[in-house]
């Protein structure tokens, strides 16, 4: 399917558990990012990726590790989950520099950590 | 102090109301300024950007950025059913460097009454 999409849409772990989320593009965009929703804080980026082996880290990265080494593809793993990880995870991506607002979003993971 | 401040409402109108929803923030360098529109369970879609201070037209949907007042505000007209969802802003400095990113407002709530 044409577009950006994110797996599993739902996700219920525990505590410690370590839980990867998976999002696939395919407009060979080259800039991807990771946001939480949370109530009250709206959409906060955790990490993002200008191109494929570049990442960097955004406003709330601590417990969250990145990785792209395909640039269709951009996984966030939880490496050990925590109740305060407990949120919807949106992946975006970008096609040009320079225009951000251009964020075309997946449809979200809802995570639970109990 | 969040950077960027918005009503989380709810906010309820009848249908064919003039809305208004407001954001304001304290990031002088702030240059790009965005609304998004998100329906529930799903991932937010670009509707209107501006640059810089004025107005935007685009259908039904106005934005307007008041730079001085560090104050954004989007209308819409003649309101619809449809245009029930959580309407999010979004800011960014000048695109240059390498911190790109988009800060969020928490987001509104609004719900067009039939």
């Known amino acids: 399917d044409a577009g950006i999409t994110q797996s599993p849409r739902y996700k219920i772990t525990e505590t410690g558990r370590q839980v990867t989320l998976m999002c696939h593009q395919t407009w060979s965009h080259s800039y991807m990012f990771w946001y939480r929703q949370d109530l009250g804080h709206g959409l906060r980026l955790i990490y993002y990726?200008?191109?494929?082996?570049?990442?960097d880290k955004g406003e709330v990265p601590d417990g969250y590790v990145v990785s792209r080494s395909k640039t269709e593809n951009f996984p966030l793993t939880l490496e050990s989950a925590t109740r305060s990880q407990t949120s919807v995870y949106f992946c975006?991506?970008?096609?040009?520099?320079?225009?951000?607002?251009?964020?075309?979003f997946g449809p979200g993971t809802r995570l639970t950590v109990t | 102090q969040k950077e960027v401040e918005q009503d989380p409402g709810p906010l309820s109108v009848p249908e064919g109301a003039i809305v208004s929803l407001n954001c304001t923030y304290s990031n002088s360098a702030f240059q790009y300024f965005m609304w998004y529109r998100q329906y529930s369970r799903k991932g937010p879609e670009l509707l209107m950007y501006?640059?810089?201070?004025g107005n935007k037209e685009d259908g039904r949907f106005t934005a307007q950025v008041d730079k001085s007042s560090k104050y954004i505000s989007l209308f819409i007209r003649d309101s619809q059913p449809s245009d029930s969802a959580t309407y999010l802003c979004?800011?960014?400095?000048?695109?240059?460097?390498?911190?790109?990113?988009?800060?969020f407002g928490s987001g509104t709530q609004l719900t067009v009454l039939p």
């Open positions: 990726s200008a191109a494929a082996d570049i990442t």
């Open positions: 979004a800011m960014e400095p000048s695109p240059s460097g390498s911190a790109r990113q988009l800060t």
């Open positions: 975006a991506s970008c096609g040009r520099e320079g225009l951000l607002y251009e964020q075309y």
């Open positions: 501006t640059y810089s201070s």
